[in-house]
Nanobody, 128 residues
């Protein structure tokens, strides 16, 4: 049974850093792209990062570019999201999601419907 579990969330101060992990079980992670989404209170879930399988091509939404970095360790079946220079507006529940192969093409990269599997999320809170 496929399962995704996020971890690493918590409370951090403005300008701080966190690294989230997304551990996959029940599948071979190397054949899947890993997307990262978040949902802030009262807002819709939004996608912001993706790393493809095989060539590790990455995609970022403008509002995290230069601050967030995605990576993966297929041997550990784990994806990572390094978040630096955190702001209060980054406060949200963070989710990882998988889709076979490559990240969805630009224009569809952040569409939730493009992803087949989802974790339950981990809370990130940034205080000012």
């Amino acid at each position: 049974q496929l399962q995704l579990v996020e971890s690493g969330g918590g409370l951090v101060q403005l300008g701080g850093s966190l690294r989230l992990s997304c551990v996959a079980s029940g599948l071979t992670l190397e054949y899947a792209a890993i997307g990262w989404f978040r949902q802030a209170p009262g807002k819709e879930r939004e996608g912001f990062a993706c790393i493809s399988s095989r060539d590790d091509t990455t995609y970022y939404a403008d509002f995290v570019k230069g601050r967030f970095t995605v990576s993966r360790d297929n041997a550990k079946r784990t994806g990572y999201l390094q978040m630096n220079s955190l702001k209060p507006e980054d406060t949200a529940v963070y989710y990882c999601a998988l889709v076979p192969g490559y990240c969805p093409a630009p224009g569809r990269t952040w569409n939730e419907g493009e992803y087949d599997y989802w974790g339950r999320g981990t809370q990130v809170t940034v205080s000012s």
